[in-house]
């Protein structure tokens, strides 16, 4: 029989013992880590002069990732905007549109 080179590629699996209760994640912050941007197939574009900062899509974002300085929002951060369009859905005065990424890839 051949090899199965998929299982040759994962790393070993953990048992039981060797796992935290509950699979709790204990070291903290692992979401800044991971730069979740790279998942990204639509891009929100934001039309500054149309905003009201009213952070409706700061307060929905669930990567947090839409910055807000003194009231105001600020640019998304692509490292981790993931591109779930809520932003734009929740948008008062829909000034966020939905972009296919590829079009912004260099
Ligand atoms: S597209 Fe999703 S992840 Fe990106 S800023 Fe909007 S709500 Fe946040
Ligand atoms: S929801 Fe729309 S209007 Fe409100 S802060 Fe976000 S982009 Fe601006």
């Known amino acids: 029989m051949g090899k199965n080179l998929l299982c040759e590629a994962q790393p070993p699996k953990k048992g039981w013992k060797e796992i935290p209760i509950g699979g709790v994640i204990l070291n903290a912050p692992t979401s800044l880590v991971n730069k979740t ?8 574009v934001w039309d500054n002069s149309k905003c009201i900062h009213c952070m409706m899509c700061v307060a929905q974002c ?3 990732c839409i910055p807000v300085k003194e009231g105001k929002r600020l ?13 734009a859905s929740v948008c008062p005065v829909k000034c966020i549109k939905m972009d296919e990424e590829s079009k912004f890839m260099k």
């Open 37 to 44: 941007g790279a998942w990204r197939a639509f891009r929100p």
């Open 62 to 64: 669930p990567d947090m």
């Open 75 to 87: 640019e998304t951060d692509f490292d981790y905007c993931k591109g779930c369009g809520v932003c």
